[in-house]
T-cell receptor, first 113, second 113 residues
Framework: DGGITQSPKYLFRKEGQNVTLSCEQN?????MYWYRQDPGQGLRLIYY???????QKGDIAEGYSVSREKKESFPLTVTSAQKNPTAFYLC????????????FGPGTRLTVT | SQQGEEDPQALSIQEGENATMNCSYK?????LQWYRQNSGRGLVHLIL???NEREKHSGRLRVTLDTSKKSSSLLITASRAADTASYFC?????????????WGLGTSLAVNP
């Protein structure tokens, strides 16, 4: 089956630790995205990548880092510099250039205490 | 206020009734997209309507776009309990390197059996 997978579904970390969220797609999509969703809010774009080995900052990139070494994979690292990291993180991909119709993974809920 | 504002924020109806959600935006768009999100899950793309289109149908979904009023509506006919979800509109605007997708805060729909 084609789709986007995110792992893990739930993630718990202590404050001050970096954590990496996984996102993998087998849709052969060029573009991939990371969003953050907080309760009662819309999606906010963290980073996006339109091609392997290239990525751009979104609206709230501070405290996050990404890499795009393979077309299928776009991991997101939440660093200790992110002041309020507890949130629901969504990965998406699209076949065309940003920001076409997007396909989403199931999300990772990160809790930092 | 921000682009892609949906109203109402919450809607509760009985199974079989129609549900209408609205989305307003401020600046010109290339297209407008509607997505559904079940609780704690990723988003699912429902329909995309381009700026030169006025109406689009997909199954029980009907989307209209009025660019003069900068608004769109999503109608779900003959609703089912399985339609219970949050619905988001996303507006695509800009050109070249300034393209952006702006997300609204969503409408929470509850369909009661």
């Amino acid at each position: 089956d084609g789709g986007i997978t995110q792992s893990p579904k739930y993630l718990f970390r202590k404050e001050g630790q970096n954590v990496t969220l996984s996102c993998e797609q087998n849709l052969n999509h060029d573009a991939m995205y990371w969003y953050r969703q907080d309760p009662g809010q819309g999606l906010r774009l963290i980073y996006y990548s339109q091609i392997v080995n290239d990525f751009q900052k979104g609206d709230i990139a501070e405290g996050y880092s990404v890499s795009r070494e393979k077309k299928e994979s776009f991991p997101l690292t939440v660093t200790s510099a992110q002041k309020n990291p507890t949130a629901f993180y969504l990965c998406a991909s699209s076949s065309g250039q940003y920001p076409n119709e997007q396909y989403f993974g199931p999300g990772t809920r990160l809790t930092v205490t | 206020s921000q682009q892609g504002e949906e109203d109402p924020q919450a809607l509760s109806i009985q199974e079989g009734e129609n549900a209408t959600m609205n989305c307003s935006y401020k600046t010109s768009i290339n297209n407008l997209q509607w997505y559904r999100q079940n609780s704690g899950r990723g988003l699912v793309h429902l329909i995309l309507i381009r700026s030169n289109e006025r109406e689009k149908h997909s199954g029980r979904l009907r989307v209209t776009l009025d660019t003069s009023k900068k608004s769109s509506s999503l109608l779900i006919t003959a609703s089912r309990a399985a339609d219970t979800a949050s619905y988001f509109c996303a507006t695509h605007h800009g050109a070249g390197n300034n393209r952006k997708l702006i997300w609204g805060l969503g409408t929470s729909l509850a369909v009661n059996p």
